[in-house]
């Protein structure tokens, strides 16, 4: 089954303390990306990936980190984790090409509250 | 700022009738949009796209209209089913990136039985 895996789905913090969300899929997609949604602002790009070793910011960058050493993984880092990172994150993953977000596929979504 | 807007958070609808879902967006760069449905407790899914190089693009019961010189575009359902009640974002993407998306903040339909 096709699909894009989040881990883990639901995650309480504390301030400062370095965190990594996982993310997986099985579809050999070459572009991944993730996004937090919070309330009246919809969805938010914070970092994508074209393939491997290759990333680029998104809207909403700052606080957090990304990488991509295999194709079908593509952490989400956060070093020092802040209340105003309190939301819930998605991971997708699509085929490159034009254009890229048609196929997306998402993930379950990870609700992470930092207190 | 947000590039793309949704104005109306919640739409409510008889089954049958037509859902129109609309999106409003500023940057006059967008070349490309999409609607996402978006159930509860899961990811969003691709429902329907179109390029700027049309005004509108069908699929089965779900149609997109794009009206560039107004920077709007709209998403209709018809006939609707309760099976439709979701969140619905619209999104776009820039000409000389199409990694790059920016969503709306979602409307959320509710089709009555």
């Known amino acids: 089954e096709a699909q894009v895996t989040q881990n883990p789905r639901y995650l309480i913090t504390v301030t400062g303390k370095k965190l990594t969300v996982t993310c997986s899929q099985n579809?050999?997609?070459?572009?991944m990306s993730w996004y937090r949604q919070d309330p009246g602002l919809g969805l938010r790009q914070i970092y994508y990936?074209?393939?491997?070793?290759?990333?680029d910011k998104g809207d909403v960058p700052e606080g957090y980190k990304v990488s991509r050493k295999e194709k079908r993984n593509f952490p989400l880092i956060l070093e020092s984790p802040s209340p105003n990172q309190t939301s819930l994150y998605f991971c997708?993953?699509?085929?490159?090409?034009?254009?890229?977000?048609?196929?997306?596929?998402f993930g379950q979504g990870t609700r992470l509250t930092v207190v | 700022d947000q590039q793309v807007k949704q104005n109306s958070p919640s739409l409510s609808v008889q089954e049958g009738r037509i859902s129109i879902l609309n999106c409003d967006y500023t940057?006059?760069?967008?070349?490309?949009f999409l609607w996402y449905k978006k159930y509860p407790a899961e990811g969003p899914t691709f429902l329907i796209s179109?390029?700027?190089?049309?005004d509108k693009n069908e699929d089965g019961r779900f149609t997109v209209f794009l009206n560039k010189s107004a920077k709007h575009l709209s998403l209709h359902i018809v006939p609707s089913q309760p099976g439709d009640s979701a969140v619905y974002f619209c999104?776009?993407?820039?000409?000389?990136?199409?990694?790059?998306?920016?969503f709306g903040s979602g409307t959320k339909l509710n089709v009555k039985p």
């Open positions: 579809m050999n997609h070459e572009y």
């Open positions: 990936s074209m393939n491997v070793e290759v990333t």
């Open positions: 997708a993953s699509s085929r490159t090409g034009f254009p890229a977000g048609t196929e997306a596929f």
């Open positions: 999104a776009a993407s820039v000409k000389y990136n199409f990694n790059k998306f920016y």
């Open positions: 179109i390029s700027s190089i049309k």
């Open positions: 940057n006059s760069m967008f070349d490309y």
